[in-house]
């Protein structure tokens, strides 16, 4: 453990600690964030109130969309000056959710990704190579941050460019390899084109997240990549990678309590559900600074378990999840939600609106299909005609949600229309 | 003098084309010269039928895509080089040409190019110049 003291604190004095912070972190939004002070006083509650841990169930809810609202820095609860990182992730209909970090929230959140990383095997003398991206997405600096923290060498690689991946990890001996699943897949098939053998590499661990996978797919990296595979979890509004992470017993990720108060709620009606049960994944911050969030509903659907863990960490654990309440997809690490599709397809001209999504793994790679019917005003007798449509539309969403898509032209009505909601995904991932 | 050319979108499944003929077949249209252009995931197929204004709407009624497209047919002898001569007077006003196909006529030991440029109608006046057929659409259609 990085840090046993908190990790493996004995749940009665987690609880005070927890209660301290909860009051704290809602003293804070009432009085530094506008848009808490006017929801809690709606809701005729103050941070006076809160005397248990069970009072945070009076607290109201606060969405996605809340954040999108108060876009960019209306949930902020410190002046932008004394914010020191700001990142972005995609919102379902163009607008970015930004989340500011202080000093101490990064400071909080590297000591988070340190106990993250040595659950996950790593120790100071690791070469850890974070694959994954760097930039407005939380993985690579979120990573990069903790490496520094423990005290272990990292090698700020990011994502892309495959082979030199390889060819690094061969050269400089990397131990501890952190990047989302497919990629980690990816990585393996390209080894193998280039003769190199994960065998004869020095890789012991990896931690792997930013999007689902099974035990199945864990079982693949483990066999391919030979190495022990950890699973993450974070988002970027709640913080960003870090939030739980799987010690070596691998059944459920620990979610540090001393930073967050998760729960489980029915999302149909918001009633908490007891431990055990399956429902949304809820989480208010309790460290946050910047940004602290009252019981955010991460649309994520999953269980907790309280269960001993023979680890020695007292904080309780999550399931994997599986899957989401909305129709959120996640491919290659980017949100991504039909309607910011849908969106780009309707701004422009001539195009049916009628499309589909279509979901493949192929080569360990998320492969994100855009299915659109031919309009007669799209149809040219001309084969470059068609295939210009093709490139303007890839290229609208691929500015729009930073993702490359593959487009493919069908026949008008073969796209099922459904009475109500059309079905316009199709997730053949085999996870 | 030009010609009306019907082009349908096709996906790259089986049967479809099948359906594209049978579709017109049924409205009693006649299929005077046929080419398909594709692609790994769509193709386009391109008619000259006797009745272009029912097979639009026939096909439409189908629920195909359907598009008309002006075209030029022009008859060249059936020898070596034929096809090549009458590109020349083309190539040498810089018209581009964007695809053609050909068939034989069954009466004439001649060919029937049918070709499609932007300019049909300068690409018309530039054949019969230097002396070419081009052929009348009532006459093609009728073939």
Same mark, same amino acid.
């Given at each position: 453990m990085y840090n046993p003291e908190m990790e493996a604190m004995g749940r009665d004095e987690l609880s005070e600690l927890q209660l301290a912070r909860l009051r704290e972190t809602v003293k804070r939004c009432e009085e530094m964030v506008p848009f808490y002070r006017k929801r809690l006083r709606e809701h005729e509650i103050s941070w006076k109130d809160i005397n248990s841990l069970d009072d945070v169930k009076k607290l109201p809810f606060t969405t996605?969309?809340?954040?999108? #609202?108060?876009?960019?820095?209306?949930?902020?609860?410190?002046?932008?000056?004394?914010?020191?990182?700001?990142?972005?992730? =995609?919102?379902t209909t163009g607008q970015p959710t930004v989340v500011g970090y202080t000093g101490d929230?990064?400071?909080?959140?590297?000591?988070l990704m340190a106990r993250s990383l040595v659950a996950g095997m790593a120790d100071k003398s690791d070469i850890i190579q974070v694959a994954y991206g760097y930039g407005l997405f939380t993985g690579g600096l979120g990573f990069h941050y903790g490496v520094e923290r423990l005290g272990a060498s990292v090698i700020p690689i990011s994502g892309g460019n495959t082979k030199r991946q390889i060819r690094i990890m061969a050269d400089l001996g990397t131990t501890m390899l952190c990047c989302t699943p497919s990629y980690a897949l990816f990585m393996a098939e390209t080894a193998e084109e280039m003769g190199i053998d994960f065998k004869q590499l020095k890789l012991k661990s990896g931690i792997f997240g930013a999007e689902p996978w099974s035990d199945r797919m864990r079982d693949k990296i483990e066999r391919l990549l030979n190495l022990s595979a950890f699973d993450i979890y974070g988002l970027s509004e709640v913080m960003g990678p870090g939030v739980s992470i799987e010690c070596v017993h691998k059944h459920g990720l620990h979610i540090f309590e001393d930073a967050f108060?998760?729960?489980?709620? #029915?999302?149909?009606?918001?009633?908490?559900?007891?431990?055990?049960?399956?429902? *949304?994944l809820v989480f208010t911050s309790l460290t946050k600074q910047g940004m602290p969030l009252l019981r955010y509903r991460t649309r994520d659907i999953t269980s907790l378990d309280d269960t001993l863990c023979p680890c020695g960490r007292t904080h309780v654990r999550m399931k994997r999840v599986s899957g989401r309440t909305d129709d959120m997809l996640i491919i290659?690490?980017?949100?991504?939600?039909? =309607?910011?599709?849908? =969106?780009?397809?309707?701004?422009? *001209?001539?195009?049916?609106?009628?499309?589909?999504?279509?979901?493949e793994r192929m080569a360990g790679l998320d492969v994100l299909e855009v299915q659109v019917e031919v309009s007669d005003e799209m149809f040219s007798d001309r084969i470059k005609g068609l295939e210009e449509w093709q490139e303007v539309i890839q290229g609208e969403i691929e500015s729009y949600l930073g993702l490359g898509v593959k487009v493919t032209l069908v026949e008008p009505r073969t796209i099922a229309r459904s009475e109500g909601k059309a079905v316009r995904v199709i997730d053949n991932r085999d996870l | 003098m030009t010609v009306r050319q019907i082009s349908v979108f096709l996906e790259n499944k089986s049967g479809r084309l099948l359906?594209?003929?049978e579709c017109i077949g049924k409205a009693g249209v006649n299929i005077r010269a046929l080419c398909v252009a594709d692609t790994s995931e769509f193709g386009v197929v391109r008619l000259i039928v006797d009745d272009p204004v029912k097979a639009r709407e026939s096909l439409h009624e189908c629920g195909f895509t359907v598009k008309?497209?002006?075209?030029?047919?022009?008859?060249?002898?059936?020898?070596p080089g034929g096809l090549a001569e009458v590109l020349r007077p083309l190539v040498e006003q810089e018209m581009n040409i964007e695809y053609l196909y050909c068939f034989l006529e069954k009466s004439a030991d001649k060919a029937i190019v049918i070709i499609r440029v932007d300019e049909a109608e300068q690409a018309s006046g530039a054949l019969k110049s230097v002396g070419y057929r081009v052929i009348p659409p009532e006459e093609l259609y009728a073939m």
């Open positions: 996605k969309e809340d954040l999108r #609202d108060n876009y960019p820095f209306g949930m902020f609860a410190v002046p932008v000056k004394d914010i020191v990182r700001i990142h972005a992730s =995609s919102g929230d990064i400071g909080n959140w590297a000591e108060i998760p729960e489980i709620i #029915d999302p149909a009606t918001g009633a908490s559900l007891a431990v055990g049960q399956q429902g *949304e290659r690490g980017v949100n991504v939600f039909p =309607s910011q599709i849908e =969106s780009v397809l309707m701004q422009i *001209e001539d195009i049916s609106p009628h499309y589909q999504l279509i979901v | 359906d594209v003929t008309e497209a002006i075209v030029i047919a022009v008859e060249v002898d059936d020898r």
